[in-house]
């Protein structure tokens, strides 16, 4: 074959991938938590069982939003100064967690340098092809992943395990002490998302630094 028809072609492909890729600049994301234990006393994870997490896109800007039993932990990633807000409601009990993109990194710490392989299997999950993924930390443990390349966020830090994908992932493992957790996601909407979502609140919250909440066990 002619060396200028085989660039034709190479271009016709990539061009039809990159036409179906969808960049996700605003909508959201519904996970379902579905806990995996072998603990004897199961409370702790009986409370997330059957949680639903939330992710909220505007540009740079996302909002996740972890709902149980115990309460409600959201996240508001500021993508263009990297500063993150973690508000913990549970019962009468409301922190506000300020942390700088320092913070959020060390905190985020056990995923810096994860690698990822990727397997030739599939399967669709809330309307979208997913790819399997074997993400491995730099301890030797490993997670399953499940992301589709037609979802492209501007910024995937309020997933930092996976936010070096080629993609969005849309059903993932982590860790809840010694339970497995699969988040799994139900529905994603593309309808547009209140600025508001992202407000960061005046009052009602007992404010703390990052190293002051570690300090206090929050």
């Known amino acids: 074959m002619h060396k200028r028809s085989i660039l034709l072609i190479s271009f016709f492909f990539f061009f039809i991938q990159a036409f179906s890729q969808k960049n996700f600049s605003e909508g959201s994301i ?107 930390l730099k301890n030797g443990e490993t997670f399953i992943v499940y992301f589709t390349s037609d979802l492209l966020p501007e910024n995937q830090n309020f997933q930092y395990s996976n936010k070096n994908l080629p993609g969005l992932a849309l059903e993932y493992e982590s860790n809840l002490g010694k339970n497995k957790v699969i988040f799994s996601a139900s529905k994603i909407s593309f309808d547009p998302v209140p600025a508001s979502k992202f407000d960061i609140p005046k009052t009602g919250f007992r404010v703390m630094t990052y190293q002051e909440s570690k300090r206090a066990g929050k």
Do not use: H
């Open 30 to 136: 519904v996970y379902n938590v579905i806990v995996n234990t072998n603990d004897p006393n199961p409370k702790l994870a009986d409370g997330f069982d059957g949680a639903t997490n939330t992710i909220y896109i505007k540009g740079k800007f996302s909002r996740s939003e972890l709902v149980s039993v115990f309460g409600t932990q959201s996240t508001i990633i500021d993508g263009k100064t990297g500063n993150v807000e973690v508000l913990k409601e549970y019962g009468d009990k409301k922190y506000m967690i300020s942390m700088t993109p320092a913070d959020w990194t060390e905190a985020n710490q056990k995923y810096d340098s994860v690698t990822f392989t990727y397997e030739n299997e599939y399967k669709t999950i809330a309307g979208y092809n997913c790819q399997k993924a074997i993400g491995k």
